[in-house]
């Protein structure tokens, strides 16, 4: 079974940082692109960052670039996101995702909040 | 970038109704689009990919169709675990993603 854990997520003040992880398991992790897709408090979807499996190619919305760095261990089945000069919009659920064009797997989501 | 317009934005219906939902994206996409279903507070479920490919374990009462701009999500029969929220999700600006902004569909 696939599974995808996220963690790390909380409350930070502005201009903060934070660094998301993604536990993946029930897969060979190596071999899929992964994604941060998040939602903004009852608000739609919006990708955030994706990834190529060895972590050669990376890809962000322009609302993130410069800021947000993703990242991937494929030794230990982990996706990161290193969020840096956090502001308030950038407050939402945090989902990991797993596959190329249309994500399949999701995890359940950690929610990051940027407050003072 | 390519914009995702999903209409209706919210629709009421009832158990065994047919419900469609309408996708329109700013430019040609050819088959680049999928559809998610979303619960309050859980992740989205992919349904359907490239427009009108069913995903495994889906029910059948779900089918997608259209190319280019116009795509369409159908719930045949309407049960009572399909109320949640939809999205439309292009992938034809690869690696970006753009997702519709969702259609809840509510008791009636």
């Known amino acids: 079974e696939v599974q995808l854990v996220e963690s790390g997520g909380g409350l930070v003040q502005p201009g903060g940082s934070l660094r998301l992880s993604c536990a993946a398991s029930?897969?060979?992790?190596?071999?899929?692109?992964m994604s941060w897709v998040r939602q903004a408090p009852g608000k739609g979807l919006e990708w955030v960052a994706n990834?190529?499996?060895?972590?050669?190619?990376?890809y962000y919305v322009d609302s993130v670039k410069g800021r947000f760095t993703i990242s991937r261990d494929n030794a230990k089945n982990s996706l990161y996101l290193q969020m840096n000069s956090l502001r308030a919009e950038d407050t939402a659920v945090y989902y990991c995702?797993?596959?190329?064009?249309?994500?399949?797997?999701w995890g359940q989501g950690t929610l990051v909040t940027v407050s003072s | 970038d390519i914009q995702m317009t999903q209409s209706p934005s919210s629709v009421s219906a009832s158990v065994g109704d047919r419900v469609t939902i309408t996708c329109r994206a700013s430019q040609g996409i050819s088959s680049w689009l999928a559809w998610y279903q979303q619960k309050p507070g859980k992740a989205p479920k992919l349904l359907i990919y490239?427009?009108?490919s069913l995903q495994s374990g889906v029910p059948s009462r779900f089918s997608g169709s259209g190319s280019g701009t116009d795509f369409t999500l159908t719930i045949s029969s309407l049960q009572p675990e399909d109320f949640a929220t939809y999205y439309c999700?292009?992938?034809?600006?690869?690696?970006?993603?753009?997702f519709g902004g969702g259609t809840k569909v509510e008791i009636k």
């Open positions: 990834i190529k499996q060895d972590g050669s190619e990376k």
């Open positions: 999700q292009q992938a034809n600006s690869f690696p970006a993603l753009t």
């Open positions: 995702a797993r596959g190329r064009l249309f994500p399949m797997d």
């Open positions: 029930g897969f060979t992790f190596s071999s899929y692109w």
């Open positions: 490239a427009a009108s």
